[in-house]
């Protein structure tokens, strides 16, 4: 087995660990958070905050590199531009996270805890990124 | 706003968060990617040679990541109050947005924020309006 493959497996280890201890990987508290208008759970701002963080002083060391510590090249995104497909896509993303406190991370840790209805999320889920596959090739022909 | 004390968990919330930020970090200084799960599941739907292993990978991870606490820890708690047609419209509508928006939460709200990405943060600014608004008039407006 490959490096590159083994680093991909512990770090999406660490990260679903990481969605288990902060709480997001559990709809209930996603939901308690999102209802500003309710008993409100501020738990997952500092989620985002300590994430975030931490991203900010580590993502400096990748500054200037343009290959990673393993050898891969590094891939960061270059679009700059704001258009109607980022805020669409955004706001909807926002529509059917609101609607089950699934985002995708959760839902798939969720499935590994052999919780059924966690899989009807991420069959639904990649039913519809399976759409906008089709959808594409559709444009692009 | 009332704030539920009883249900705020700022320890765990700080470590776990750190913890994402961790792997999002590890991920790009290793791999050389961004940790962006819609992105890296939605990848597997496009598939091209050499570019599906990492995927697969770092999806197990995920997946094994329950188990690995359980060895450890009592079971997580996980309450899915939606019921099942509720998730399969609320799938639907995450796994097409997050393609045309170019990311989720881990995608734009961590990685994307962390690289002071303009995109990411107004992406990351429209999810999060609408699941307020949508939370908001589920639970308020229609009292469900």
């Known amino acids: 087995m490959n490096r590159h493959l083994v680093s991909a497996l512990i770090t999406g280890l660490v990260f679903g660990l990481g969605l288990l201890i902060s709480g997001l990987a559990n709809p209930a508290k996603v939901l308690a958070f999102l209802d500003l208008a309710g008993a409100w759970d501020p738990s997952l701002a500092l989620v985002m905050g300590a994430a975030v963080a931490v991203g900010l002083v580590g993502y400096r060391l990748a500054r200037g590199r343009n290959r990673s510590w393993l050898g891969a090249p590094l891939r960061l995104p270059t679009a700059t531009h704001l258009d109607k497909r980022l805020i669409l896509g955004g706001l909807g993303f926002g529509v059917g996270w609101g609607l089950a406190g699934f985002c995708p991370g959760p839902a798939l840790v969720a499935l590994g805890a052999g919780e059924l209805k966690a899989m009807v999320f991420v069959v639904a889920m990649l039913a519809g990124m399976g759409l906008f596959e089709i959808l594409e090739q559709r444009r692009a022909t | ?144």
Request: glycine share 14%.
């Open chain 2, 1 to 144: 706003m009332t704030v539920d004390w009883n249900a705020f968990t700022p320890l765990s919330a700080l470590a776990g968060g750190a913890l994402i930020g961790l792997a999002a970090v590890a991920f790009l200084l290793l791999n050389g990617r961004i940790a962006g799960i819609s992105g890296i599941v939605g990848g597997l739907l496009r598939p091209q040679a050499g570019d599906i292993g990492w995927r697969l990978a770092f999806v197990a991870g995920l997946l094994l990541a329950p188990m690995i606490w359980t060895l450890a820890l009592a079971a997580p708690e996980l309450t899915i109050a939606a019921n099942y047609p509720m998730l399969v419209i609320a799938g639907l509508i995450v796994g097409i947005s997050t393609r045309y928006g170019s990311g989720c939460t881990s995608g734009h709200g961590v990685c994307g924020i962390s690289r002071l990405s303009p995109r990411s943060l107004v992406a990351t600014l429209c999810f999060m309006a609408t699941g307020f608004a949508t939370v908001y008039v589920v639970r308020h407006l229609l009292g469900s």
